[in-house]
């Protein structure tokens, strides 16, 4: 938004003042975005292609682990984040198959030890499986029944 809209919310551009303006502004990336009240990669495809969707799938960028959640619509994930306009539970499914991740660690980078998910090599290249409306249905089924599990341990 405009920084004149912002302003419309004074609790929060005073927040980034204090807390962002001064990094922002002498950030060799200033150049790319110079409202520094603005996330710099503000990621606009992305954005169009989630905005009708009830939610979206983010993972972990680097991790030991390929982990991947729900996101609400309005969440802005940070750059560590990988993002997918992907709202249906088979997708979350096949994303967080064995397969998929057993995928992407041999098709990404890592960083020391831990795997550097890249959507270009592990995501982009990633065959995924020619299924019925039944299958895809149970592998959804399936990653419902992942996610409330994890659900249920984190609590």
């Known amino acids: 938004m405009s920084l004149e809209r912002a302003m419309a919310y004074p609790a929060a551009l005073e927040i980034l003042r204090e ?5 922002r502004e002498q950030s060799t990336s200033y150049h790319r975005n110079p409202r520094w009240w ?14 009708d969707l009830g939610r979206f799938i983010a993972g972990t960028a ?9 996101c609400e619509p309005n969440w802005r994930p940070s750059n560590s984040t ?7 539970d088979y ?3 096949v994303l967080t198959s064995t397969v998929h991740c057993e995928w992407a660690s041999k098709k ?3 960083l020391e030890d831990r795997i550097r998910y890249t959507p270009s090599s592990a995501f982009d290249t990633f ?15 399936l990653a419902r029944e992942l996610l409330a599990m994890r659900l249920s341990r984190s609590s």
């Not at 807390?19 to 990094?23: F, L």
């Not at 603005?38 to 905005?51: G, I, Y």
């Open 108 to 110: 990404s980078s890592t």
């Open 19 to 23: 807390q962002a303006q001064e990094a």
């Open 91 to 93: 997708s979350m499914g």
């Open 38 to 51: 603005q996330f710099l990669w503000p990621r606009p495809e992305f954005r169009n292609a989630a905005r």
């Open 82 to 88: 990988n993002m997918f306009a992907l709202a249906d």
């Open 62 to 70: 680097t991790a030991k682990r390929v982990f991947f959640v729900w």
């Open 127 to 141: 065959p995924w499986p020619q299924t019925t409306n039944d299958q895809r249905e149970q592998i959804g089924a």
